[in-house]
């Protein structure tokens, strides 16, 4: 019953950001329990089944603490203090289902809440928290045989730098050792890096899940850091005056070669796909376009679209690519000022699939229902994409 | 220069806990540089050639700033406001060389330095820095083929759980189909979890780099959560009590055939070794003590010895275990009473290790030059431990 009446107000309220706003606030139901990302041991910040977030900060003598997570548009979460010293608020309304990164400002300094686990985000570690979502299962940890997770160092001549990425390898990757897999790279966005598929889009979890539903073919995921445009070190820069020529080459020229050498991979486009939520939708469309060779399947997540002017300026892309997918979450598209991407181009991305569906394209469109340009579009997103790679 | 004016100054100190006081303060050398572990771009916290740490903490409006780092015994460092609302302090004198935790006091709320990574320990993530290390070479990042970290998800029946694991595989081991490798299971200490060998410990870079150079056969570590005694969820007990029952349980039961059925490893006690700092060597102890016939390989970091009554009561110990090594930092044993773990027996560690020797068994003893109860002895004692291991 709580499900339902969370899954209600999710589909009756109106998105602003990261949160929604209900014309009339309901009662607080009062049966808040400790986030799934608290830190070992730790009782705030709760989530309640309506998808309100309360938190609690002992800072005794501070003047004023605030919570940079709430509803939008409306400034965060208001804190009070309380006569045992502790700082409480709680959201004016319910978030979103799936994850959402925030901070905490304590008598004007930034710092994350020392009850959550941190994620990387904004270019930095911030605190985590997840609204359970109803259709959960498909990232829960299952009973099913599981994939592992490893971290590789690669050396990148052209960026003169030892680099980092994950790699997902499927169940039974370990045992069959005459087999060979086909591989899919998939980028994080702005201000995230290698460890955010894993850590908050549970990518392996999904494949996992997957695959002991025989929904998908097992499959390789890489994941690297993508963002090579600093303006100085650690300093990223904007979209708009993007290059892709670094990221491209590390990539292209460093990565897979690495990646092909130490696994059992299929090494020819048919068997390669590349995917990206955001910015590394972004990314994923200018190295793809520019490589119809390389990858036959892509996948762009709240990161972009194609359209027929797209294509039709690619070389035998028609005959190439076998999946050109395309998802937003819905209220990206209710607003799309507001979800899209910086550099999504203005035109509107579900005429833009029917196109190049009419055109003959493997156009498919997916949009993820009551969210927004957070997680819980990406994980859905990666949870549709997979089962549609690797068929031919 | 630098270098050995800060290996003069490590030499000279007297340990306190984590730090070490000079007798006469000498003069900061201005060559403060943002600490390695700093989150990218960030400036502060930073370490001079000296081994100062310099902390910068903007918080314009709080009343109160403190850093738990310091000197031992000195209470941490204290921090002042500055005219543009930053506070900043430099410890009061060298730290040892090697990786701290630390944690930040702002108006009584316990919170993380936002410049830092995060590390679990305290049965927390805290904020950690590094002072360079005069042999900090031994755990670089070097251009030499790189083994691979992966996390694993097993089952755990006898906890109702799926617990996870981390698994170093070495350079190579994809490749060679057809070999199989030795085991060491390497365990963390009190308020750690599997996490910390490969973040804090660089386990994987120590391994990559003794291969690299043929001092050390490549094997297989796994390190897993060993903190099975739990009084409620997330507050685990102490070590007086501790119960090594639900732990061995996962670990021979559960994670060995976990790791035996997924990984190409040499399933018997002569190619299997087991290992730990600090909680991790009680750990190692007991579980070894109990079953000489699983593993022959042993190792103790900070954490117990065997005196000879120990090993005269376990039957058949001398004829199977191939190495017995035990390790300290040298403020440890300069005074045991600060540096020794719960439980670790009074008697003179370095005499128990030369009485085994005496008695036949390849009995090793190591102390880390200068370090405490810290991560640098730990690093340098598996720099120590694995070129004896697995060599019969």
């Known amino acids: 019953m709580r499900r339902y009446v969370a899954a209600l107000l999710a589909t009756a309220t109106t998105a602003i950001t990261a949160g929604s706003v209900l014309a009339q606030p309901p009662s607080i139901i009062e049966d808040f329990k400790p986030s799934a990302l608290n830190q070992p041991g730790q009782q705030y910040p709760q989530v309640n089944s309506q998808g309100y977030v309360r938190f609690r900060i002992a800072a005794p003598d501070a003047k004023a603490v605030h919570m940079s997570l709430g509803l939008g548009g409306q400034g965060g979460t208001a804190m009070t203090k309380g006569d045992d010293g502790a700082w409480t608020g709680t959201t004016a309304g319910a978030l979103d289902?799936?994850?959402?990164?925030?901070?905490?400002?304590?008598?004007?300094?930034?710092?994350n809440?020392?009850?959550?686990?941190?994620?990387?985000?904004?270019?930095?570690?911030?605190s985590g928290i997840e609204i359970p979502a109803q259709d959960a299962d498909f990232y829960a940890v299952k009973d099913v045989p599981h994939g592992q997770v490893q971290q590789i160092l690669f050396a990148s001549p052209s960026t003169a730098t030892t680099r980092r990425a994950y790699v997902y390898t499927p169940p039974g990757y370990e045992k069959n050792v005459s087999a060979r897999y086909p591989v899919l790279y998939l980028q994080h966005g702005w201000?995230?890096?290698?460890?955010?598929?894993?850590?908050?889009?549970?990518?392996?979890?999904?494949?996992?899940?997957?695959?002991?539903?025989?929904?998908?073919?097992?499959?390789?995921?890489?994941?690297?850091?993508?963002?090579?445009?600093?303006?100085?070190?650690?300093?990223?820069?904007?979209?708009?005056?993007?290059?892709?020529?670094?990221?491209?080459?590390?990539?292209?020229?460093?990565?897979?070669?690495?990646?092909?050498?130490?696994?059992?991979?299929?090494?020819?486009?048919?068997?390669?796909?590349?995917?990206?939520?955001?910015?590394?939708?972004?990314?994923?469309?200018?190295?793809?376009?520019?490589?119809?060779?390389k990858f036959a399947y892509i996948g762009l997540f709240s990161g972009g679209t194609y359209s027929l002017d797209d294509v039709n300026k690619i070389p035998g892309f028609k005959e190439k690519a076998k999946l050109v997918f395309v998802s937003f979450g819905s209220r990206e598209l209710d607003n799309p000022r507001r979800g899209a991407p910086p550099g999504m181009p203005p035109?509107?991305?579900?005429?833009?699939?029917?196109?190049l569906k009419d055109a003959g394209f493997?156009?498919?469109f997916y949009?993820?229902?009551?969210?927004?340009?957070?997680?819980?579009?990406?994980?859905?997103?990666l949870r549709e994409f997979a089962p549609l790679l690797f068929r031919d």
Chains 1, 2 share one sequence.
């Open 347 to 355: 035109s509107d991305p579900r005429a833009n699939a029917a196109a």
């Open 362 to 364: 493997n156009s498919v």
């Open 367 to 381: 949009v993820s229902p009551n969210t927004a340009h957070e997680f819980l579009s990406w994980r859905r997103s």
């Open 191 to 293: 201000g995230e890096d290698e460890t955010a598929w894993a850590n908050q889009g549970h990518a392996n979890l999904i494949m996992d899940n997957l695959i002991a539903s025989g929904s998908t073919r097992p499959f390789i995921i890489v994941m690297t850091y993508g963002m090579t445009n600093d303006v100085k070190p650690g300093a990223p820069g904007g979209l708009a005056s993007f290059d892709i020529k670094p990221f491209q080459t590390v990539l292209l020229n460093e990565l897979i070669p690495y990646v092909d050498g130490h696994f059992r991979t299929r090494a020819d486009a048919r068997h390669r796909a590349m995917a990206g939520l955001s910015m590394g939708g972004f990314e994923t469309k200018l190295i793809a376009s520019a490589n119809p060779d």
């Open 113 to 126: 809440d020392p009850g959550t686990l941190n994620f990387y985000g904004s270019t930095r570690w911030e």
């Open 97 to 111: 289902q799936g994850f959402h990164y925030y901070h905490l400002t304590v008598d004007g300094g930034t710092f």
